[in-house]
């Protein structure tokens, strides 16, 4: 996975606990100086940060720590278990879905430690925290006594599923025959799917806005075939050709999920379009008005963005060691199981897609 300038990976020692972005959480946690001050002799303590852009301070804060065995400071306890902790999450709100894109941080790493769940704990006056990780699957399971009120602690086990896309995500339901590969033009790709950087493209493309940030994302196209996808199928994002021949330069990059697809027809204004569209998609609001008031797109796509797969396979590979047939529509096409689990074994990413995969 390509590191970006988003969200940058920093050592305790080099964090400033005296920005006004940690003022609530020394409101909120009477010992967190002393916390704070605790991980900054630790040569390991690294959190996740977000700065301005403007003037260097902070906009976002993660702290993750890896855990074994019961937890005993929540009742009730909790059995004994490989966790990942959300130590510490906060995000100044400005439109921009920066926590869903902690949120993804956190489930990376979550997979990449193969543990068994993760839990925070939050306080139920952050109510907007508090339904992100209800969105993705995190319940109440126990709570936990502090200085001025308890607090509750949300987890969400990785080895069950519900059954729905959003819940399960990071999880990728496996439904046999339903595997999909679409094409999408560089310059929307990487803004859309910014862990999915090529080793050749500057993290400097990145902004903090909405389509990058999410874990949903909404793609519009013309393209034959749509029409045929359905909730819960497996969606492989196949970045096409610049600065040389398709054969070599066009990439399978990410596999993601599809939530729904809707024609543009099914929105009755053009605000109801904007508000649907606007958060999720790479293009501009001018864009839309004018993609709804000409249906030029007709279709909408909206799918969770899964995994970033590490070694990319472009269309010699497809062709030569995957036997897709050349005569092939390559904006999008289906695909079978086990092409699927053949591009999965080629990345590199085979064992990490199993422990995602589940029989839908």
Not at 9 to 32: C, N, V
Not at 77 to 88: E, F, M, Q, S, V
Not at 211 to 223: C, P, V
Not at 329 to 340: A, C, M, N, V
């Amino acid at each position: 996975m390509n590191d970006t300038q988003l969200i940058q990976a920093e050592h305790f020692s080099k964090i400033a606990l005296e920005d006004p972005f940690f003022d609530s959480l020394k409101a909120d946690y009477a010992g967190f100086q002393k916390w704070f001050d605790a991980k900054r002799s630790k040569p390991d303590s690294f959190a996740y940060t977000f700065r301005s852009a403007e003037t260097g301070g902070l906009d976002g804060f993660l702290y993750l720590k890896e855990e074994h065995g019961e937890v005993k400071d929540v009742y009730p306890p909790l059995h004994p278990a490989h966790r990942l902790k959300i130590g510490t999450f906060k995000v100044n709100p400005h439109g921009t879905r920066l926590g869903e894109r902690f949120m993804k941080r956190a489930f990376d790493l979550a997979i990449s430690k193969k543990v068994d769940s993760l839990y925070v704990t939050v306080f139920s006056k952050h109510s907007a925290l508090v339904e992100l990780f209800a969105r993705y699957g995190f319940s109440l399971v126990a709570k936990k006594p502090g200085d001025n009120c308890e607090e509750l602690v949300l987890a969400r086990d990785l080895s069950t599923v519900s059954g729905d896309v959003v819940l399960d995500y990071p999880r990728i339901p496996f439904r046999e025959g339903r595997h999909f590969v679409l094409s999408l033009y560089p310059i929307w790709h990487s803004r859309l799917l910014p862990d999915s950087l090529l080793n050749t493209e500057s993290p400097d493309i990145l902004e903090d806005v909405s389509h990058t940030n999410s874990i949903d994302k909404i793609y519009l196209t013309a393209m034959q075939g749509i029409e045929q996808l359905q909730r819960g199928d497996t969606l492989l994002i196949y970045r096409t050709a610049s600065g040389g021949s398709a054969y070599y330069t066009s990439v399978i990059t990410s596999v993601c999920v599809v939530e729904e697809v809707i024609h543009i027809s099914s929105f009755k204004t053009e605000a109801e379009f904007l508000e649907y569209c606007a958060p999720y998609s790479v293009f501009s609001k001018l864009e839309l008005i004018d993609f709804f008031r000409r249906k030029k797109y007709p279709w909408l796509i909206r799918f969770t963005y899964n995994l970033a797969l590490t070694k990319r396979s472009n269309r010699k590979v497809l062709l030569e060691e995957i036997k897709l047939p050349r005569n092939i529509y390559w904006g999008f096409f289906r695909i079978t199981t086990e092409q699927l689990v053949n591009i999965l074994k080629q990345t590199g990413d085979y064992e990490k897609a199993s422990t995602l995969i589940y029989p839908s």
